[in-house]
Structure formats: structure tokens, C-alpha cells
């Protein structure tokens, strides 16, 4: 930032600097996108869509779930929504 | 992990973004009172927008558009006159209101000045601040927290960060890093550089709750050894929707307050009121101290023996604005991710063309109380010393007027320094 010492408030914001992560190609992206495919597109109560500004999805682990929290904008609904590839039970306590 | 489409939605804050459209709703600190009254003019960025901020002869203040609608000169170089803002250039007077009220070099019956209105805000003061609102008519109420309006002695550290404003309100529903940031990193600095880092941080967080509040988020925590009746559970703290946190413990109330510059900076600052039980009267001020404290040093790096070090050098590391197509979050994560979906609810009624629920008031009022804990891990005055020596205040010039401050209102308490396990501030 830049002051000018004739103007004592006077601070040049600094210009927004070019978005140097949301571009380009990075080793991780295999994993990435493989985690976007996941994302659940639709309320599983309404059907409506949930991407964009239909709602939300937000996917955070649990153990070895992946759960992916979703809110839709059209009914309201909020929950988790697991991908579930394996079934496995366990004895009540 | 958001997608990218997600993670943008909640990242740009410029005109016409959903975003920014939410953030539009709120009023924002852009100016110190003292700063005006040393000169009358200020520009300002607000939202990836430029502003001309000034103080009027009557007191009050204006903001408008930085650029004079007649030829974009700069209105940071005009003029103040009791009808408004004059542009340096060619004489154009915008009132607060936008209006421009006198072309001096135009014909004198011309009517082009009523077809000529400039982008203009709505500004007051608060606090010792100068707050800003700059969304559409009719403009909520400035809400009047107790830390802004409560007397005691106001200390205002603050910083202009390279990155983008929610990577940091994230960390502010995010319980667990202050075990590790402040707790066992700032143990391995401590044993680096021969120094001890307090050991409160260090604890094990047992437990923690997040509950949406009118405010914002309600975030409570039980550490190893406390339980629910401890007031970090049964009280905690609050995120303040959508752009602060406020904390507090000992007879010090902290706003933390993060202004979305644009999309890549943002301007954080730690506005603390001192107000120590067994003090009545305060040392004289007349404006809050306000200074910039230091996160970086001659060498680029980043200075991380201090709390507030501590996260500037976790938020700005994590990029201009965080790829959260590639984050891995986990389960003590989700008060992040219910900022996220709070986020989202709140710009899709904004996008329906109402007001939002959380965070916004269009009452009036005098005064709006803030649940915080205020026992905090039961340390007295040797807290409110440990806040002062390892938090941002080292760098404030009224560095010794507010120890003696404590250290008097310990001794009308009937308190000593040192009587207590020394702990240090909360996040």
C-alpha cells in the first residue's frame, strides 16, 4: 500500500490481485474431480436441483464415509447424504 | 470439498455477485473518526468497489463513488463544503445523497445537473469508527454492539491481509485450531526461541457445539478438565454474522472484524474495550488508540510468536482465495460447513428480495448484548496480562497504560498478578 504523506489517511488499497488458485492444472486434480462426480446434484425430497444456486453441498469425511451435508433452496431440506459402498453391521451395544 | 461453482458463489464479493449482493445488507467500518478529522477525505474499497468518504462541516459524514460522474476524476481530491463534496476538477457538487447540485461551468438555467446522480452510500460513526452502508434504500439499522458503545478504554489493532475475507470467518467456527495453532505450534515456537507458550491453549478440546443464533453462530467448546457448567460450554461466543467474532474474558470484550476489501484483501481488526472490573473511570481518550500490528517481517516471513500472528500466517498461506475443490474436511469441521449453508440460505433471500434473517436489524435501538464467556479459564488479571503480551495489543502504543490499567483494578479487586495459573485469551 501506498501512503501519501501530504494526505494523512490517504492509503492506496492495493489492486486485487489475478486468482492464481480456482486455474490451471495441479497434480491433485484426478482426486478432485473424482470427489466432484460424487456431488449430489438433486434434493432427495423435492428433486429439485442442488448446484448452482438451488442449494448447497458440502462434503466432509467420517471415518471412511464421505458425507456430502446438503441444503435444498427450493423445500428447505438440510441433511446428510452418504455414499454408501459397503454394507457392514454391527452388534447393538 | 465445495465444487467450484460453489466456492466462487461464496467468495466474490463485487456489485452483482450473490455474494455481494448479501453483504450489501450490512453496514462495515471503513475509517477511523481520528483519521477524518485529520483530514476530511478518505478513500476507501469497500466490496471491490472505490469510494470517496468524507467528514462534513456539520459533523456527519458522506460517501460516494470515488470516480465524478462528469470526466472520472478522482473525488478523493475535491473539495468539502457544507452542500457536500465538490470535484477538484470542474467544480461538480454531489450532496450525501448523490445529487449533484451545482455544475459551475454549465449555463446558468441548464437543468443537466437533475440528470446527473452519482453513486452515494450512507455513513455514521460508531464507536470511533466510521461506518459505511452501501447496499439499497431503505438501509438496516448500524447495529449498536456492547463492545462499540460500553465505556471503558478502546484499543484497535488492525491490518490489511492479502486474502479473501471468509477463508478467515471460517476459522471463526473452527474450535480445533487452537489446540494445535496456538497450542502445540506455538509450544514448538516457544521451545525455538526460548520462551514459554501458555499452556491453556494446549488443551484438548472434549467437545464441540455450534447453534445458530439471531447474530450469526453460537460456538461453544468443553476442554480437558472442564465441563458443560464452564462458561466456554454453558455461555461461548459467537461468530457475528456475516463478518465478525467476538471473544472476550477478564474485562476485555473483542470484536474481531474482518471487511471485505474485494476479493483478495481484506482489512482484519481487533477493536477491544477494556473495561476491568474494579475500575469505574478509564484514562482519558479521545479517540480509540488505533495502530497496525505486524504479521510479516523485513525477511517476507511471516511473525508467528503471537496469537493474532499465528492465524494471519494460517489464512493468508492458504491462497489469495482458498481451492476448496481440493480441501479434505473432516467431522471437526462442520461448524465450517454450517457457515457454508448459512451463507447460502441467507443470499438465497437476498436473491428473493428480502432481507436477511441473521446478523440484520431494522430496529432501533441503544445497545445490543453479545453472549461471551466472560470466566475464562478462571485466570483474572494474569489473563488480561497474558492477552496483552501475546496478542496483538504488544504492538498498540497504549501498550502500558492498559497493564496499568488491570494491574489497578487487580489491586482494588484485592488480586495480585501472579496469584493465578497464567492462561492465556480464548478463540
Redesign the interface.
Known sequence: MVALRDYPNHVEPPDPVPDRRLTGVHWWDPDRIRHLADLPRHCPSCGASVTGDGGISVEYWEADHRVYHTWCRACGWTGDIIRVHRMVGHEPD | ?????????LTRVGPGT?MGELLRRYWYPV?FVR??D??PI??V?LL?E?FALWKTPQGGYGIMQERCPHRHASM?YGVVEEGGLRCGYHGWLFDCEGACVDQPAEPEKSTFKDNVRAQAGKAQELGGMVWAYIGPDPAPELPRFDVYVDEGFKDVGHS?L?CNWLQIMENSVDPHHVEWLHGRYFQFIGEQKGFLAPPAFQKKHVKVGFDPMEWGILKRRVLEGQTEEDDDWAVGHPLVFPYCMRVGGAGIDQMQIRVP?????TWALFYANHHPEGMDEYPDQIYPTDYEYRWIDDQGNFIVDYIEGQDVMAWVTQ?????R??E????S??GV?ML??MF??Q??LV?EGKDPTVGFTREPHERIELPCEKNKFGAGVDFALAWLEMGSSRYSPALDTLKKLHIQAAAARGELPGQHNVDTPGQ
Open positions: 470439498m465445495l465444487s467450484k461453482e460453489q466456492n466462487e458463489a450473490p475509517a483519521e477524518l485529520e483530514w478518505k478513500k474499497r471491490g472505490d478523493v490489511m492479502p476489501i474485494d476479493d483478495t484483501h491462497g489469495d482465495i482458498t481451492d475443490t481440493a479434505h474436511i473432516g467431522k469441521d462442520i460447513v457454508r449453508r447460502r440460505e443470499m438465497a436473491a
